[in-house]
């Protein structure tokens, strides 16, 4: 089944008031006083890592990731709970982990470990606790606000590019992603929406002007690379970079450092434009799952 | 790596205070003024399921058996987030994940659907909220405290071998456990240690033993069976029926039904004991990971 089939089926599903499109975002759960700040992510070999790729990287990024999904709500870690597939090289995650919850001091909360089956399979669920409230989503951008990112897109898609292969090229980009918390928290009460860009620029923004009934116009001359030139167009349809993409009033002062990449619009057939366009279907956006 | 050497690497990382053994017993948080039970589990098609079983109950399962370690802390379900894997047979998943959720008011809070690697693998993360302070745990249980067990075990393996051997005999009670979660919430103020039955009655006891610094010691006549006496060795060492296995004090009146089946003495070199005797070290006391 395709996803977006399964997901249709899990929306009659009875949901959480706290749960958001089921996916790619955080439920927001409202506990005693406190707003917590929920997300899994999944990793499986061949599908998210290589076989050969060292465990303490997918340990890392596995965090990371999870990490980059509170950043984009402002919110702080407290802890995280595993699903561990046993494998031969638990040592080494176990080392990419302590490394990637002490540079991020989130400590682990528990999990399960199982039996392999024919794929390694690694999962994890992050808690966090938000920062500012009402909690930023995906929903809120206005037409007449700028589109801002956080920083290049493209140095994962090299370091992925690098380890296929096999060229000895620096591929932390793509093995260690730097999750953007303290700019996340910095930003959550100056942005209309946010997301972390994590499947592709042009897929997630077209998110963004989905889930708020707008159109996004990327002017891609302005987009910050972190590739040549001639790969720019490739570099805003990869994923991985985990910069913060987001909106805010135009003229707004910004507590970090980002770069106006576009404008929201009124809604359109196309939620997304490029230079004024309709990105072609052809190629697609982004990557998806 | 063997599952017990990894905890014991995990236990060297950044722990929260809240964590527990890191494996099968839930978090306890405590957010605001209330007190978050958070548990995950995890299964792997060839190893906690078979191939051609309807993955209606490998949804009931998933869910049941998160519920049901809920059921042993006392705490009532606040929502679920989803680990799942894509496959041709996504429907019947949602239909018996509907079924679940239903019957148990745990509604869906968000989750994540990967592509599939070689096997299938899906996950729970269940989020309850206490409903007795302290949450209970594996180590209050003292010595002369009884040792009681809420009803029978063997169905659970009755019902596997029916399906491995394809006799068409009932196999429910292996597919559709039941969580004890009304059991649990009225025994939370009444035991001292108590657990779910997932591993194997002795094992599970031994593990209520070593975390209390006690010995348990089991009537084996007096444990309730579901299967031919000539079983019940099997059916004490069998896992997957999910009764509540606790320790209260000698003469407490308890709100449920429940048998005792045995008595708590002081630390042994045998954290567990057969009518008086420690079990040879030939047969596992359970199923082990």
Request: proline share 7%.
């Amino acid at each position: 089944m395709r996803e977006s089939d399964f997901i249709a089926l899990l929306q009659k599903l009875p949901l959480h008031p706290a749960a958001r499109n089921l996916q790619d975002d955080c439920a927001i759960l409202e506990v005693g006083g406190e707003t917590l700040v929920i997300t899994h992510d999944t990793m499986v070999e061949g599908v998210h890592f290589l076989p050969d790729q060292d465990l303490a990287d997918v340990a890392w990024k596995l965090v990371a990731t999870n990490l980059s999904d509170l950043a984009a709500k402002g919110a702080a870690p407290v802890g995280i709970l595993l699903s561990h597939s046993l494998s031969t090289a638990d040592d080494r995650f176990a080392a990419g982990l302590s490394e990637v919850l002490e540079t991020y001091r989130c400590p682990l909360l528990g999990g399960d470990t199982v039996s392999g089956g024919a794929s390694r399979t690694y999962g994890a669920t992050l808690i966090g606790r938000a920062t500012h409230c009402p909690v930023p989503s995906r929903s809120g951008a206005n037409a007449g606000d700028g589109v801002y990112l956080t920083g290049p897109v493209g140095a994962a898609m090299l370091g992925f590019e690098a380890l296929r292969n096999k060229t000895g090229a620096d591929a932390s980009a793509f093995l260690r992603p730097l999750p953007l918390l303290a700019e996340g928290q910095a930003l959550a009460p100056h942005v209309t929406a946010i997301m972390d860009v994590s499947d592709g620029l042009l897929l997630d923004a077209s998110r963004i002007a989905k889930a708020s009934g707008v159109s996004i116009d990327i002017d891609a001359a302005r987009v910050p690379i972190a590739v040549p030139e001639s790969r720019r167009d490739d570099a805003m349809r990869w994923g991985d970079d985990y910069q913060l993409l987001f909106t805010a009033p135009a003229g707004a002062k910004l507590p970090v450092a980002a770069t106006q990449i576009g404008t929201v619009g009124p809604a359109n057939d196309s939620p997304i434009l490029l230079d004024g366009v309709a990105p072609d279907g052809n190629s697609p956006l982004g990557y998806s799952h």
